[in-house]
Every structure is written in structure tokens, then in C-alpha cells.
Nanobody, 126 residues
Framework: QVQLVESGGGLVQAGGSLRLSCAPS????????MGWFRQAPGKEREFVAV????????HYADSVKGRFTISRDNLKNTVYLQMNSLSPEDTAVYYC???????????????????WGQGTQVTVSS
């Protein structure tokens, strides 16, 4: 069974940084696009960032552009989300997700992704 396992969440002060990792198990995800989403209490799950299978395309939500960086290491079968200059508005459960594609084009909607992790909590204190 395919699983995506996130790690790296926690509590950080405003202005701080965290790096999230997502390591798929049960399958090699080198030919999958990988995305990060987040869901704050009482809100819909929202897109954060996506990286295509060979890192040829990367896209960010406007709210995180310039602060967050998505990357992947296909040899380690791992995708990362480096989050800098965090603010309390970034507090949410962060989810890793994947869909099978070797296209240059990316997807940003939750219903376009086939696999999801359990999520990791990120809390930013003011």
C-alpha cells in the first residue's frame, strides 16, 4: 500500500523556519508530481506548492511565494518544503500529496492528487 509520510512539523516563533519532509513508502515516486497543501482550523485545504517529477516546473501559492521553497531528491525518494519567515497565518496541518505524471505542467487542486499523507502540524506563535 502506498503511503506518504510527512515529518518536520512543530512549534516555531514568528519569523522562524521549519523544513518539512515527505517520504513515500511502497513505491518510487520519481515519476510523480509532488505537492504540499495545508489546512487551518475551520478552513478549506489549500494549495501551497508543487514540483513536477523532474523539478522542471515549480509553482507556489501567492501567500508563500518568496518564503517557502519546495524541492525533491529522487534518489532519496523525498520531497521537502523549506519554510522561512513563518507567521501565525501559516499555522495549519501540512499535507504532502502526489499524482502520477511526467508532464511539464502542474496541478493545484486537491481532487487532482491521488495520494495523500496523514499531515504534520505546524504552529507559529506570535
Amino acid at each position: 500500500q502506498v503511503q506518504l509520510v510527512e515529518s518536520g512539523g512543530g512549534l516555531v516563533q514568528a519569523g522562524g523556519s521549519l523544513r518539512l519532509s515527505c517520504a513515500p513508502s511502497g513505491r518510487t515516486f520519481s515519476r510523480y508530481a509532488m505537492g504540499w497543501f495545508r489546512q487551518a482550523p475551520g478552513k478549506e485545504r489549500e494549495f501551497v506548492a508543487v514540483i513536477t517529477w523532474n523539478s522542471g516546473s515549480i509553482h507556489y501559492a501567492d501567500s508563500v511565494k518568496g518564503r517557502f521553497t519546495i524541492s525533491r531528491d529522487n534518489l532519496k525518494n523525498t520531497v521537502y518544503l523549506q519554510m522561512n519567515s513563518l507567521s501565525p497565518e501559516d499555522t495549519a496541518v501540512y499535507y504532502c500529496a502526489a499524482y502520477s505524471s511526467v508532464s511539464y505542467f502542474y496541478k493545484v487542486h486537491t481532487d487532482e492528487y491521488d495520494y495523500w499523507g496523514q499531515g504534520t502540524q505546524v504552529t507559529v506563535s506570535s
